[in-house]
DNA sequence: CTACGATTGTGATGTTTGTCAATTTTATTG
DNA sequence: CAATAAAATTGACAAACATCACAATCGTAG
């Protein structure tokens, strides 16, 4: 049952008590995304929150008629613009589910309330905006220290599985680089 | 009075009470840093938090002999390695007076422990973070969807104050170019 | 004022990466 | 299985930026 995949997420971070968890259970509302359906429209203000039980998202955004990736979701992970979350201000990204995909959804609303009534969930939601914030620093500093090169490496390290999901020239616009120059790049390193 | 500024700050927020201020309040200390003195060591962990009354400061991190600067604090803002602070892992940067400044200190256990007991400032841990989370995104943006040019041109309307207050070859390495780019896209610029 | 160091600017040249156009390979669908 | 679409590769060329070497300017201590 997809609630119960959730509540064993957050049972699992041992950030909130059960009674906690029951807060929310009647705010929850199930929905499929069929692949390429959109979960984010560039423009829009979000102010919902999914909880992914299966599929995977990226968001991009469009720049000269070219789309760049700059984040990829996947199971029991959180998919939500946070910035437009957090700012209530429009989007500039789009986010597409890249596979069939189940999300429990909740909104920010809620998720607000929820904040503002246990200490619990506000620490929770501090504890995510830290591990956001750290997980975006490190992206900063694969563009700062590393070249393009070292980003694909580093990546086909931490994450193998994107590679298994996601389409080559997905990965390169998420690299910061051309399709191209992945595409010669990975040549030169197969070659030695 | 140092506490005062701080005092102000915390009030000017609208998160906390008198009595959450009153908490923090035994536990500060002031220091002064004078020009080239550093805040944070690269290697070491970073316990402290500073509130800055007076002064600047920049962190940068060196890499193939070259510093490389990644973010200046000025009045009003906290002055720390947020990254290291938050995991207690060695920072990877050094923070440097650029000026002479004068801080008002607090170790990390004393927020911790403001968080746990004050559910206003676990709120206020989650601001900040959210905040530094929405700079950072920022930033990583800017990377992606800009060129040098347009990166500068977006620090001189943002924050003009800096070109007055730092060295051009320090915010060309902000920018992630080099000086002498930096030099020549500025000519540009003024010749139109 | 003068001299020195710090900062900024300039020219010549090389490297890296992007762009465009085309082709090959791989996956998907009727 | 053939037809078609999607994804990945390749080559030729252009643009952006780095590097190195040196010159000009600015600010300040003596």
């Given at each position: 049952m997809w609630y119960q995949q959730f509540k064993d997420y957050l049972r699992s971070t041992q950030l909130v008590t059960d009674e906690d968890c029951a807060f929310f259970e009647p705010y929850l509302k199930p929905k499929t995304y069929?692949?390429?359906?959109?979960?984010?429209?560039?423009?829009?203000?979000?102010?919902?929150?999914?909880f992914i039980n299966k599929g995977a998202f990226r968001t991009y955004y469009i720049i000269d008629g070219k789309e760049i990736n700059t984040c990829f979701f996947f199971e029991n992970d959180f998919v939500v613009d946070y910035d437009s979350m957090l700012a209530q201000t429009p989007s500039k990204y789009y986010i597409e589910a890249i596979e069939d995909a189940e999300v429990m959804l909740f909104t920010a609303t809620v998720l607000r309330e929820a904040y503002s009534k246990s200490h619990n969930w506000e620490r929770f939601g501090r504890l995510m905006a830290e591990q956001t914030y750290r997980m975006s620093t490190e992206r900063i500093e694969s563009f700062l220290f590393m070249n393009g090169e070292e980003r694909y490496l580093q990546l086909l390290e931490k994450q193998p599985t994107l590679f298994e999901r996601v389409p080559l020239y997905h990965i390169a616009s998420y690299l910061g680089i051309e399709r191209e120059t992945l595409s010669r790049l990975r040549r030169k390193i197969a070659q030695g």
């Open positions: 069929k692949a390429k359906e959109l979960f984010v429209k560039e423009g829009s203000i979000s102010h919902e929150i999914g």
